[in-house]
C-alpha cells in the first residue's frame, strides 16, 4: 500500500466453487475468502463477495453494475470448464468490469509455456535452454540434468520427481509419458541451483517484494530437488512435508539485483498490470526464470502475501494496493476523490535481500 492507495473504493470479489470439490476443499476455499473480505473492509472497504459456482458467470454478475465496482479477481477457474482462467478474465472484459490481475491476453500467454518462453527471449530475460515436443521424434537432446513439463498446465500439474531426466532413457519414457496424458511437452536444461519466488507489483514502475527461497537441503537426490505437484497439494507427502519456504532468503545484494532484475523483466515481458509471482533459480551468478504467474494466489498464506508481509505490508494493505493498481483503468473511480476519510498511512520501502533473520514457513501455492 502506498500513501495514495483509497481504502474506500467498492469491492466486488469473485471466487469460485466447484460443487465436484470435497466439502473439505470447499470449506477452506470459503475460508480463505473469508479472511479476505475481513482484511479488505478492516482498512475500509466496501466489499461484496460473489461465489461462482457454475460456468455462466455474466449470470454471476448480472445484479452488478461494472461502473460501481473494482471486481477483486479470484476466480480462477469456471467450474466444470478446464484451463478456463484466461475465459474467465475475457467475459469480465466483456461485460464491462474492471478488475485486477492480468487481462485475457496475458494469461492466455502465461498459461502457454512456449509462448511465455519466448516472450522472455525477445525481452532478454534469462531462461534455461530448452526445446518443445509434440510428439517423439527421436527426441534429439543432449543436455542433463533436463525437466519434462506439460506446456499447457500450471499449479505443478504433471511435475514429479520423474520430470526430472538424467539420460536419454529417463527422457524419452518422460517424454512419452507427458505426450500422452497432457499433450506438447516442453523439455528444459534443469538448473541446478537455488530456487526463489519473487512477487512484483505495478507495470509503470514495476516494485519487487523481497524473495523468498524453496530450501531443497533434505534431498540429496537432484530429481527431488523441485516443486512438483505433491509439495503443493499432497499433505504427508516428503516433498509437502520438507520442503521449506525461508523468508526473507539469505541472500546477498548482488544476488538480490539479480533475481530483482530477472523478476522485473519477466513481468514486464508478459504485460502483467498489477501483479506476477515469478519463480526463478540462480546458478553461477545467472538469474533464470522458470515459471511466470501473473493473478498468483492472493491467499494470506500464499508466497505473495508472505513476501508482502516480509516487506512490512499488511495483508489487508497488499489486497487494497491490487485494488488500487486495478482502479487506475476504471473509466469512473479512477478520477474520484476519496469518498471517506483515509488512515494515515506511511509508504513502504520494498528491498530486495537486505534481512539477516530467516524464517522457515510451509508454503501452500
Not at 498464506?301 to 476504471?330: E, F, K, T, W
Request: net charge negative.
Amino acid at each position: 500500500m502506498t500513501a495514495d492507495d483509497r481504502t474506500d473504493l467498492p469491492v466486488l470479489l469473485i471466487h469460485n466453487i466447484d460443487p465436484d470439490w470435497p466439502e473439505e476443499d470447499a470449506k477452506y476455499a470459503r475460508k480463505q475468502v473469508l479472511d479476505a473480505v475481513r482484511a479488505l473492509r478492516g482498512v475500509g472497504h466496501p466489499v461484496t463477495s460473489v461465489t461462482v459456482r457454475q460456468p455462466d458467470l455474466r449470470r454471476a454478475l448480472r445484479r452488478y453494475a461494472p461502473e460501481e465496482f473494482i471486481v477483486l479477481n479470484w476466480c480462477e477457474a469456471l467450474p466444470g470448464v478446464d484451463r478456463s482462467e484466461p475465459l474467465v478474465a475475457r467475459q469480465l472484459e466483456e461485460l464491462g468490469f474492471t478488475f485486477t490481475g492480468a487481462s485475457s491476453r496475458v494469461l492466455e500467454l502465461s498459461c502457454d509455456k512456449a509462448r511465455s518462453r519466448e516472450a522472455m527471449l525477445r525481452a532478454h530475460v534469462p531462461v534455461p535452454e530448452g526445446r518443445v515436443f509434440e510428439k517423439m521424434d527421436g527426441a534429439r537432446w543432449d543436455r542433463y540434468p533436463a525437466i519434462v513439463k506439460p506446456i499447457f498446465e500450471h499449479s505443478s500439474i504433471g511435475i514429479s520427481a520423474e520430470s526430472v531426466v538424467e539420460n536419454r532413457s529417463q527422457l524419452r519414457e518422460q517424454l512419452e509419458q507427458v505426450l500422452e496424458d497432457f499433450g506438447p511437452a516442453l523439455v528444459e536444461e534443469f538448473i541446478d541451483g537455488r530456487e526463489f519466488r519473487v512477487g512484483v507489483w505495478g507495470s509503470r514502475r514495476p516494485v519487487a517484494l523481497p524473495p523468498g527461497e524453496m530450501d531443497f537441503r533434505e534431498f540429496p537426490s537432484v530429481r527431488d530437488r523441485l516443486c512438483s505437484y505433491d509439495a503443493k497439494f499432497t499433505p504427508g507427502s516428503e516433498h509437502y512435508e520438507q520442503i521449506i519456504f525461508r523468508l526473507p532468503s539469505p541472500v546477498t545484494r548482488i544476488e538480490g539485483r539479480l533475481l530483482e532484475r530477472a523478476a522485473v523483466g519477466a513481468h514486464k515481458a508478459v504485460g502483467s498490470p498489477d501483479y506476477t509471482r515469478i519463480d526463478l533459480r540462480l546458478r553461477q551468478g545467472v538469474c533464470y526464470v522458470l515459471d511466470i504467474n501473473p493473478n498468483a494466489d492472493i491467499s494470506a498464506d500464499a508466497s505473495m502475501a508472505l513476501c508482502a508481509q516480509a516487506a512490512g505490508i499488511p495483508y489487508g494493505a497488499m489486497l487494497s494496493h491490487y485494488v488500487n493498481l486495478a482502479a487506475a483503468r476504471h473509466p469512473r473511480l479512477a478520477h474520484q476523490r476519496h469518498a471517506a476519510a483515509v488512515p494515515d498511512r506511511r509508504p513502504v520501502q520494498l528491498a530486495l535481500g537486505l534481512g539477516e533473520a530467516t524464517s522457515a514457513v510451509v508454503l501452500s501455492d
